[in-house]
């Protein structure tokens, strides 16, 4: 009778065994990251982003994360997007192929399978997106990067551009364009200098 009931035991002990096994390596090989050389950028938000060496697909689900990726010359891997580019007439006609992307996120919620057939390398993504662990979540379950995109003076601004050249390797171009803009600032502030008082 003690002989059966340590039989039990070891039989029940083994079986938990083996089951905790297999949920353990089960659950690893589905969510396994793939390795790809990556290097890391901050975004607006101060996370460290791996972001991949080489990038073929882009989502940006904030409107003006496109505007910039575009502006950058990165504008043809742009494979999935908000709504608001779909309506931007002059940014369809300096990039059409941004009119076939996916439409994952209309108003605030990300379709996670519509990001899945755009396949992205590296999504870009607004901060009130961020806010919500239940929608960075499904990003990390799927091992895609996410850099969040926030600004709220031209210093900001200013900054997003250059950490998005840097994600985007396109760190030339995003000088030019900071560039650009202070000259603009400088030449306004120049002009106002010489309107008189009243």
Excluded at 95 to 102: A, T
Excluded at 115 to 120: E, Q
Excluded at 129 to 137: I, L, M, S, W
Excluded at 159 to 175: D, N, P, S, Y
Aim: hydrophobic share 40%.
């Amino acid at each position: 009778m003690r002989q059966d009931r340590i039989k039990k035991q070891v039989l029940i002990l083994l079986l938990m065994t083996s089951l905790l096994l297999t949920a353990c390596s089960s659950g690893q090989s589905s969510t396994q990251e793939p390795s790809v050389a990556t290097f890391i950028v901050s975004d607006t938000h101060g996370r460290e982003v791996a972001v991949p060496d080489e990038m073929d697909s882009i989502g940006t689900l904030f409107a003006v994360a496109g505007h910039i990726t575009t502006m950058l010359g990165e504008g043809e891997k742009i494979t999935a997007i908000s709504n608001g580019l779909r309506r931007d007439k002059l940014l369809l006609e300096i990039c059409p192929s941004i009119g076939e992307s996916v439409i994952p996120k209309v108003s605030g919620s990300i379709n996670i399978e519509e990001v899945l057939t755009a396949d992205p390398d590296l999504i870009f993504i607004d901060s009130e997106v961020a806010t919500f662990e239940k929608e960075t979540a499904k990003f990390d379950k799927l091992h895609i990067p996410y850099f969040v995109v926030d600004f709220n003076s031209i210093e900001e601004q200013q900054f997003l551009v250059q950490q998005m050249g840097i994600a985007l390797q396109e760190e030339t171009e995003a000088k030019s364009y900071i560039d650009f803009y202070n000259d603009c600032i400088e030449r306004v502030e120049t002009i106002v200098a010489t309107i008189p008082v009243e």
